[in-house]
């Protein structure tokens, strides 16, 4: 085991790779958009009656110093590193001066309650579904249940999202459609309003569990048919032992560890947020893209590739731990 403290510490050197390469690209992307959000906003102001040349130079010089946007895209781009080092993401252009890393902090509850519901639903369903239907082929009922979740695995998570907005929201009104609570409520910590955040977040939620739970399914019933045939299966079953051991303590949990790797990479709910209104960080990029926030983009692109890569290498380097047929060397 000598060899993976070494280990850890490549797989922590590709992390800050990744991360690195990640939020630069997002960086130069963000910045060769059309969209300039000084002249955005010198435009609203002269559609306010400001039309004075020498005013209107002078508003664009203080803009772009407030927004610090000043000088070439590399000095901008070094400065933005010096900032973020600190944890200072700047003000956002689209909502100045309120500082990005205090909209982020009111949206992200949002999508990381809506996400560890969904993907640990998702997750949880799709693996027990397939490891059933994987160890009981001849099962009718499995085959046809495994049959549903697998022709819905390849719809778009937003085109399954506007079926049941005309389901559930026009056709059988019975769940609220867009938003994460009701127009006036009081958002004092209270039990109805846990209940109708709960009510708000069943739609979204329930797209991307019947979208999702098809690849895990089909993964986990191509892991389980492969190891059903391997000797130490066989001999368990000519063993007498039972099929619900033998399922649960030899098959199963060998199939697991591969589906852990993939579990990492399930995060993301942008379209299913916008479909909804759900005041999450999906529909808080797309609103920041429209409105050439630099700032609030690159906040919001810093923490998805930051959490992304993180959730890969803590799953990686907790694989060998958990499976000791994994090579560290």
Known sequence: MTSYPVFVLKRFGQFLLVVFLGISATFFITHMT????VEESIGAIQQMGQSDPRAVELMRQSLRELYGLEGSVWQQYLHFWGRLATGDLGPSLSAF????????ARALPWTIGL??????ITFVLGNMIGALAGYYRKSMVLKAVSLVFIAMQPIPYYILAFVLI???????????INGGYEMN???????????DILRHSILPALSLILVGTGGWLIGMRALVSNIITEDYVVFAELGGVPKR???????????????????????GAVFTEIVFGYPGIGNLLISAVHAGDYSLVLGLSALSIAGVAAAVFIIDILGPLIDPRIKVE
């Open 166 to 176: 005309i389901l559930f929201g026009y056709l059988w009104p019975i769940l609220p």
């Open 185 to 195: 409520t009081d958002l004092r910590l209270s039990f109805s309003l846990v209940l």
């Open 115 to 120: 996400m560890s519901v969904s993907v640990i």
């Open 97 to 104: 001066p309120t500082p990005v890393s205090a909209i982020i």
């Open 245 to 267: 051991r033998i399922l649960r303590s030899y098959i199963a949990r060998n199939a697991m560890v591969p589906q852990f790797t993939g579990l990492a990479m399930s995060l």
């Open 34 to 37: 059309p969209i300039d959000p």
